[in-house]
């Protein structure tokens, strides 16, 4: 009896003890969660310089460290060429859209929507305005057009100040050098972190979480460019002359899906208010047309089975990173979400439940 108890005792102790570990590992997760951003967004940079290490190393039999000196080299010589012929005016363009053009088309907003106005373009409203209070509408309207200005305004400003951004930049990219040079290293750690049984399995997932980053990047790099050309194209043929300044916002704001095309309509609109007032429903329409066929067409096609994602799974991840993590959350919430249902597929599915069937995704090139 005294041993049954003392036995019951321990087993206690032990639930307690790994209960708190548990508990302090979740809080130690929590105080570091802006370096895991940090280390996970390296990780993202190191797959997109690693698919030309590869090529390279495949086709011309290079050693890897020159094939990764002429990738990293060849990324930069590319941004300089792209740079020097758009930059300039990609600079101008933005100069005038964010001190001049944008804040005049968010007054010409706010003066269009009053009570009067409304009335004046949409007659169907009459009986629902003239019953309400004034001040409630007007308070209404008041908040509308402060919150469309407010957020307008941090549409072009680098989120979190610029010290912060160029200090998280220079880790990111220290970060992604030193994995870079040496992946085999930190992979093997990784894997040696696991019990000796489960590390041929680990080595599979890791893997799998590589390939589908890999197919994450060639997708979303292919429709960034879409996006960019065809919505700079469209707003040219409504004649906003910062066509080109509004495409390229357009193509880095996709990046985010779901949320970019929103935050993209803001300063196109206000753009369109000045220039081209009668042209404001078809600017919209452009965006989300353009952003609809990236959605449903060019990234379908592109991703075929490498990276088949529920578009429910990614609006999820989206909304939890970007609670938990903030911005960059958001940013790096599409392949978070990837990684972590190819976690969930392979150690529950596959290793809990017993399901082997093979899903889309999977590779075998050695990370």
């Not at 409203?125 to 469309?148: C, K, R, Y």
């Not at 753009?271 to 965006?287: D, G, H, R, S, Y």
């Amino acid at each position: 009896m005294a041993a049954r108890n003392t036995r019951s005792i321990n087993i206690g102790l032990r639930n307690v003890v790994a209960t708190i570990l548990i508990g302090l590992g979740l809080v130690f997760v929590w105080e570091i969660r802006g370096t895991l951003m940090l280390t996970f967004a390296a990780v993202v940079l190191v797959v997109l310089f690693t698919m030309p290490v590869r090529l390279l190393m495949r086709r011309f039999e290079m050693n890897r460290l020159v094939a990764i000196v002429v990738s990293v080299c060849g990324f930069f010589v590319i941004l300089v060429l792209i740079g020097l012929s758009i930059l300039p005016i990609i600079v101008n363009q933005f100069d005038e859209l964010a001190n001049n053009v944008i804040p005049r088309g968010l007054e010409v907003a706010r003066e269009a929507i009053t009570r009067e106005a409304l009335l004046e373009q949409f007659a169907f409203l009459e009986p629902i305005l003239t019953g309400a209070n004034d001040d409630l509408i007007n308070q209404f309207i008041s908040q509308v057009t402060d919150a469309i200005g407010r957020l307008g305004g941090t549409v072009l400003p680098v989120v979190g100040g610029v010290a912060n951004t160029i200090l998280s930049v220079l880790i990111i990219f220290f970060l992604s050098m030193y994995l870079l040079a040496e992946p085999e290293l930190y992979v093997n750690g990784i894997i040696k972190l696991t019990p000796m049984w489960y590390r041929e399995r680990m080595g599979t997932i890791l893997r799998r979480m590589d390939t589908t980053l890999r197919a994450w990047l060639s997708v979303t790099g292919v429709s960034m460019v879409v996006v960019a050309v065809l919505t700079g194209l469209g707003l040219s043929l409504l004649g906003i002359r910062e066509w080109v300044a509004l495409g390229v916002l357009a193509g880095m704001l996709s990046f985010i899906p779901n949320f970019g095309p929103v935050v993209a309509l803001i300063p196109s609109v206000a753009v369109a208010l000045v220039q081209a007032p009668e042209n404001v429903i078809w600017t919209a329409v452009i965006i989300y047309g353009v952003s609809f066929f990236q959605s449903q067409v060019v990234s379908p096609v592109l991703a075929s089975e490498r990276m088949n994602m529920p578009a429910i799974l990614i609006l999820l991840g989206q909304i939890i990173f970007g609670f938990f993590f903030g911005f960059l959350g958001l940013m790096l919430a599409v392949p978070l979400s990837a990684c972590v249902a190819v976690l969930i597929d392979e150690m529950y599915v596959k290793d809990v439940l017993g399901d082997q069937r093979k899903a889309s995704g999977e590779a075998e090139e050695p990370v």
